[in-house]
Nanobody, 122 residues
């Protein structure tokens, strides 16, 4: 079974930047679409951005438009989420997930990481 691990979360001031990583120590990630999701306390899990196995990027919603970027490094078997111009409302647990191709609905993703906490606060 594919096991995903997120890392790179932490505390950052508003306007700052952070890069999250999604990796697998077992299976290769290159055959999967990898999506990033986030969930804040009291809110539903929200799709942020996704990258296909061929590198095509799909952006979801407007709240992070122009501020977040996704990329993948097959040699490192890692998918990254580069976050910039961070706002307090970006505070959430961030998850990566895998399936055959990108979709906005979390229920369709087959594998999930444990999540990493991102806190944006002054």
């Amino acid at each position: 079974q594919l096991q995903l691990v997120e890392s790179g979360g932490g505390l950052v001031q508003p306007g700052g930047s952070l890069r999250l990583s999604c990796s697998s120590s077992g299976e290769k990630l290159n055959i999967y679409a990898i999506g990033w999701f986030r969930q804040a306390p009291g809110k539903e899990r929200e799709a942020v951005i996704c990258i296909s196995s061929s590198g095509i990027v799909t952006n979801f919603g407007d709240s992070v438009s122009g501020r977040f970027a996704i990329s993948r490094d097959n040699a490192e078997n890692t998918v990254y989420l580069q976050m910039s111009e961070l706002k307090p409302e970006d505070t959430a647990i961030y998850y990566c997930a895998a399936r055959s191709f990108c979709t906005v609905r979390p229920v369709y993703y087959n594998f999930w990481g444990q999540g990493t906490q991102v806190t944006v606060s002054s």
